[in-house]
């Protein structure tokens, strides 16, 4: 017994060391607007979108943002690529007018990538776009300003590997090294100054971390900094990179006590729903941050197909763009923007304050989700059958249940309940492309 009371003393101290003092309550208030906005906008820009994959001619394989590593630029070098970021066409009202169209009710821009290039004008280092390009413009603020206007959240991805900073010398990554490397200076004396920057100047909603399965990064660390920063703005949102508990690319906590407030799969969906609350993060093509020869590109449907699925698993969809060096935003990227902005447009109700739902998919071309109420399920049909028929029979519905095709007000079309099943034939012209939705009110 009096071992079960330590442990329980210690376990309730552990928690209070960090996040967990908050109440559910608390918690479910301060995740709320995240929970309901379901579709984000991840940027990648930064000193990487100059070289664009290309190194002394020839094609660097990997990430685009991952050059200066993968090429083994050395760190003079690669500051040269800084001196000629100059993205001349940058027009913030521009991206957040892009944004806003696609449906994307939050932004999360790079403030900084590995390479440690700042995105603001940081008092901690002068390794940023207004001291060290010749662009001299805040690109932090301007798009903060003009996502606040679009009402849409700001929020950063700040990496806490850094292969510029001195001191940050990764043992992970050789190439990067340095004579003296002091951490702990790195971590008390640059990183928390440069997120304290970010906070009170730019008032993110979400800090986004990555570049944490360093030797270097430790999971008390991560502790340490989640509290530093939750004292600087309570209601922040923190992803679970800020720690060590990520599991590898399926990103949901490997361990209970994990620091942070969101999984974050990559490139990948979950395959059902989650009691944690989680984020996946996928690009259009197969790079972060722009390369020039990437044209991999994924169609609009499959993009519009991720986000339903997303959605019906009770997540969120991170979609990645890589704008160019020089401030505009590839074409191939703004189409499928649009094209999803036009779907969610007729379609949006389904996605934005709604749950997802345990049996989340009925076969493979039917996913749902539910009203906050619980009173509105969504069926959202992804293909459908060639005698347009289609059938539903693991959502309840009786004679008084209100169904409906969103975006479609004139018939006909033909609902029959047989049994609690309904049995749709799907009319001739339907609203949009790429996916249907049908409402059942109960
Ligand atoms: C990380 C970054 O390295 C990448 O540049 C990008 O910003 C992405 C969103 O996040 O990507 C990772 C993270 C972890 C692994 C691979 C890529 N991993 O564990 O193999």
Known sequence: MRKIIILLFALTMFNTTWSQSESKADRDKRMEWWRDAAFGMFIHWGVYSVPAGQYKGQEVKGLGEWIMEDAKIPISEYEQFAKQFNPQKFDAKE?????????????VITSKHHDGFAMWDSKVSDYDIVDFSPFKRDILKELTTACKAAGIKMCFYHS????????????????????????????????KPQLKELITNYDPEVLWFDGEWIDEWTEPQGKDLYAYLKSLKPSLIINNRIGKGRKGMNGMNAYEDAAGDFGTPEQE????????????CMTMNDTWGFKTNDHNWKSSEKLIHNLIDVAAKGGNYLLNIGPKADGTIPPETVSRLADMGKWL???????????????????????????????????MITKLPADRKVIISSVLVSASSKISLLGYSNGPWKVDRQNGKLVIDMPEKLP???????????
């Not at 850094?162 to 008390?188: F, G, I, L, V």
């Open 95 to 107: 991206w957040a007018r892009i944004a806003k169209d696609a449906g994307v009710k939050y932004i």
């Open 269 to 280: 969906i979950l395959e059902g729903t989650s009691d944690f609350d989680w984020e996946s």
């Open 432 to 442: 949009g492309e790429h996916a249907w939705v049908v409402k059942i009110v109960n």
């Open 160 to 191: 806490i590997m850094d292969w510029h900073q001195p001191d940050a010398k990764a043992a992970k990554y050789p190439h990067q090294s340095t004579e003296n490397p002091d951490w702990e200076n790195y971590r008390e004396n640059y990183l």
């Open 345 to 379: 447009k007729v379609n949006g109700e389904a996605i934005y304050g709604t749950n997802g739902r345990k049996d989340y998919k009925e076969g493979d071309n039917i996913r749902f989700t539910v009203s906050k109420d619980g009173k509105t399920t969504y069926a």
